[in-house]
Protein backbone atom coordinates (compact mmCIF):
# COMPACT_ATOMS: atom_id res chain seq x y z
CA UNK A 1 0.00 0.00 0.00
CA UNK A 2 2.69 2.67 1.12
CA UNK A 3 4.77 1.13 -2.02
CA UNK A 4 1.69 2.13 -4.41
CA UNK A 5 1.57 5.87 -2.33
CA UNK A 6 4.48 6.89 -2.97
CA UNK A 7 4.41 5.64 -7.27
CA UNK A 8 1.09 7.82 -7.18
CA UNK A 9 2.86 10.98 -5.54
CA UNK A 10 5.76 10.78 -7.65
CA UNK A 11 3.65 10.23 -10.81
CA UNK A 12 1.92 13.60 -10.52
CA UNK A 13 5.76 15.27 -10.44
CA UNK A 14 6.41 15.63 -13.91
CA UNK A 15 2.75 17.19 -14.60
CA UNK A 16 3.71 19.80 -11.88
CA UNK A 17 6.93 20.35 -13.64
CA UNK A 18 4.49 20.73 -17.20
CA UNK A 19 2.36 23.34 -15.66
CA UNK A 20 5.00 25.72 -14.62
CA UNK A 21 6.94 25.32 -17.85
CA UNK A 22 3.58 25.84 -19.80
CA UNK A 23 4.00 29.25 -22.02
CA UNK A 24 2.40 32.35 -20.55
CA UNK A 25 -0.11 33.02 -23.14
CA UNK A 26 -2.19 36.18 -23.45
CA UNK A 27 -3.89 39.16 -25.65
CA UNK A 28 -3.44 42.83 -25.56
CA UNK A 29 -4.29 45.24 -28.38
CA UNK A 30 -1.59 47.98 -28.65
CA UNK A 31 -2.04 51.30 -29.69
CA UNK A 32 -5.46 51.71 -28.13
CA UNK A 33 -5.79 55.64 -27.82
CA UNK A 34 -5.02 57.65 -24.59
CA UNK A 35 -2.27 60.05 -23.13
CA UNK A 36 0.94 58.15 -22.17
CA UNK A 37 -0.55 54.32 -23.47
CA UNK A 38 2.71 54.01 -25.61
CA UNK A 39 4.59 53.65 -22.21
CA UNK A 40 2.03 50.42 -21.21
CA UNK A 41 2.40 49.30 -24.99
CA UNK A 42 6.46 49.47 -24.34
CA UNK A 43 6.17 47.69 -21.22
CA UNK A 44 4.19 44.71 -22.37
CA UNK A 45 6.18 44.51 -25.75
CA UNK A 46 9.04 43.53 -23.49
CA UNK A 47 6.70 41.42 -21.51
CA UNK A 48 6.04 39.51 -24.72
CA UNK A 49 9.52 39.48 -25.99
CA UNK A 50 10.14 37.13 -22.66
CA UNK A 51 10.99 33.44 -23.77
CA UNK A 52 8.07 31.39 -22.54
CA UNK A 53 5.75 34.41 -23.21
CA UNK A 54 3.07 34.33 -26.15
CA UNK A 55 1.47 37.11 -27.18
CA UNK A 56 -1.81 35.99 -29.27
CA UNK A 57 -2.94 38.23 -32.00
CA UNK A 58 -6.66 37.58 -31.78
CA UNK A 59 -8.52 36.81 -28.32
CA UNK A 60 -10.06 32.91 -28.45
CA UNK A 61 -11.50 30.52 -25.72
CA UNK A 62 -9.91 30.53 -22.56
CA UNK A 63 -7.48 33.53 -23.01
CA UNK A 64 -6.46 35.69 -20.74
CA UNK A 65 -6.68 39.07 -21.88
CA UNK A 66 -5.07 42.32 -20.33
CA UNK A 67 -6.36 45.86 -20.65
CA UNK A 68 -5.21 49.16 -19.37
CA UNK A 69 -8.17 50.57 -16.93
CA UNK A 70 -8.33 54.34 -16.25
CA UNK A 71 -5.39 56.30 -16.71
CA UNK A 72 -1.67 56.68 -16.86
CA UNK A 73 -0.55 58.81 -14.28
CA UNK A 74 2.73 60.52 -14.73
CA UNK A 75 4.54 61.24 -11.74
CA UNK A 76 4.95 64.87 -11.68
CA UNK A 77 7.00 64.94 -8.12
CA UNK A 78 10.34 64.08 -7.61
CA UNK A 79 10.74 61.15 -10.40
CA UNK A 80 9.58 62.86 -13.38
CA UNK A 81 10.62 59.71 -14.92
CA UNK A 82 8.02 57.55 -13.11
CA UNK A 83 4.48 56.49 -14.23
CA UNK A 84 1.87 54.29 -12.61
CA UNK A 85 -1.36 52.13 -14.41
CA UNK A 86 -4.05 49.85 -13.74
CA UNK A 87 -4.25 46.70 -16.02
CA UNK A 88 -7.54 44.43 -15.89
CA UNK A 89 -7.27 40.94 -16.61
CA UNK A 90 -10.34 38.99 -18.00
CA UNK A 91 -10.89 35.83 -19.59
CA UNK A 92 -13.69 34.74 -21.28
CA UNK A 93 -15.49 38.03 -20.42
CA UNK A 94 -15.54 37.40 -16.63
CA UNK A 95 -13.07 39.58 -14.89
CA UNK A 96 -10.29 38.31 -13.10
CA UNK A 97 -9.16 41.37 -11.52
CA UNK A 98 -6.61 44.39 -11.25
CA UNK A 99 -3.33 45.41 -10.57
CA UNK A 100 -1.64 48.44 -9.75
CA UNK A 101 1.73 49.02 -11.94
CA UNK A 102 4.42 51.32 -10.72
CA UNK A 103 7.48 51.86 -13.35
CA UNK A 104 10.21 54.14 -13.93
CA UNK A 105 12.08 54.83 -17.51
CA UNK A 106 15.24 54.32 -16.33
CA UNK A 107 14.33 51.30 -14.42
CA UNK A 108 12.03 49.43 -17.25
CA UNK A 109 13.73 45.88 -16.69
CA UNK A 110 12.14 45.91 -12.87
CA UNK A 111 8.79 46.95 -14.46
CA UNK A 112 8.55 43.98 -16.97
CA UNK A 113 9.23 41.93 -14.36
CA UNK A 114 6.75 43.21 -12.11
CA UNK A 115 4.43 42.85 -15.33
CA UNK A 116 4.92 39.84 -16.12
CA UNK A 117 4.79 38.17 -12.52
CA UNK A 118 1.20 40.17 -12.28
CA UNK A 119 0.33 37.88 -15.69
CA UNK A 120 1.14 35.20 -14.31
CA UNK A 121 -0.98 35.48 -11.13
CA UNK A 122 -3.50 36.45 -13.25
CA UNK A 123 -3.34 33.08 -15.83
CA UNK A 124 -3.38 30.90 -12.52
CA UNK A 125 -6.59 31.72 -11.21
CA UNK A 126 -8.86 30.16 -13.69
CA UNK A 127 -5.83 27.13 -14.71
Not at 27 to 56: C, K, M
Request: hydrophobic letters at 40%.
Amino acid sequence: MKLRLFAAIFACVPLAAQAQDAPLKFSYRFGTPGTNHWRVDGVLHAVADQAGVILEPRIGPDMLVIAISGEIEQDKGEHPKGFRFMLGFTRDGDRLGESWEDCNSDMLADCVRQVTDDIRSADAIHH
